[in-house]
Protein backbone atom coordinates (compact mmCIF):
# COMPACT_ATOMS: atom_id res chain seq x y z
CA UNK A 1 0.00 0.00 0.00
CA UNK A 2 2.77 2.43 -1.03
CA UNK A 3 0.32 5.19 -2.13
CA UNK A 4 -2.37 5.04 0.64
CA UNK A 5 -2.08 8.64 1.50
CA UNK A 6 -2.20 9.68 -2.23
CA UNK A 7 -5.26 7.78 -2.35
CA UNK A 8 -6.65 9.84 0.27
CA UNK A 9 -5.71 13.12 -1.19
CA UNK A 10 -7.39 12.18 -4.42
CA UNK A 11 -10.66 10.85 -2.57
CA UNK A 12 -10.99 13.75 -0.54
CA UNK A 13 -10.67 15.82 -3.47
CA UNK A 14 -13.17 14.18 -5.24
CA UNK A 15 -15.49 14.46 -2.62
CA UNK A 16 -15.07 18.55 -3.23
CA UNK A 17 -15.18 18.81 -6.89
CA UNK A 18 -18.60 16.34 -6.50
CA UNK A 19 -20.12 18.70 -3.82
CA UNK A 20 -19.50 21.53 -5.14
CA UNK A 21 -20.41 20.10 -9.26
CA UNK A 22 -23.84 18.26 -7.58
CA UNK A 23 -24.34 22.03 -5.84
CA UNK A 24 -23.55 23.98 -8.97
CA UNK A 25 -25.58 21.87 -11.36
CA UNK A 26 -28.39 20.06 -9.81
CA UNK A 27 -29.16 22.76 -6.44
CA UNK A 28 -28.72 19.92 -4.24
CA UNK A 29 -27.08 21.99 -1.35
CA UNK A 30 -24.37 19.62 -0.86
CA UNK A 31 -22.09 22.38 -0.39
CA UNK A 32 -23.90 23.24 2.68
CA UNK A 33 -23.73 19.51 4.97
CA UNK A 34 -20.97 20.20 6.88
CA UNK A 35 -20.35 16.54 7.32
CA UNK A 36 -19.25 15.95 4.23
CA UNK A 37 -16.84 18.65 3.63
CA UNK A 38 -15.60 17.93 6.84
CA UNK A 39 -15.31 14.28 6.00
CA UNK A 40 -13.34 15.24 2.64
CA UNK A 41 -10.86 18.14 4.74
CA UNK A 42 -10.10 14.97 7.55
CA UNK A 43 -9.16 12.52 4.38
CA UNK A 44 -6.68 15.26 2.85
CA UNK A 45 -5.80 15.63 6.32
CA UNK A 46 -4.72 12.36 7.79
CA UNK A 47 -3.26 11.84 4.30
CA UNK A 48 -0.17 13.64 4.44
CA UNK A 49 1.02 11.88 7.68
CA UNK A 50 -0.03 8.14 6.34
CA UNK A 51 1.69 8.88 3.11
CA UNK A 52 5.19 10.35 5.17
CA UNK A 53 4.53 7.63 7.35
CA UNK A 54 4.32 5.06 4.78
CA UNK A 55 7.06 6.68 2.40
CA UNK A 56 9.48 6.71 5.64
CA UNK A 57 8.76 2.92 6.04
CA UNK A 58 9.18 1.37 2.78
CA UNK A 59 12.45 3.93 2.10
CA UNK A 60 13.98 1.71 5.14
CA UNK A 61 13.23 -1.66 4.21
Known amino acids: MKYTGIIMIVIGALILLISYASDRFLGSGA ?3 NWIQ ?3 M ?3 IAAVPTHIHV ?3 ASKA
Open 38 to 40: GLA
Open 55 to 57: TGK
Open 31 to 33: VDQ
Open 42 to 44: LLI
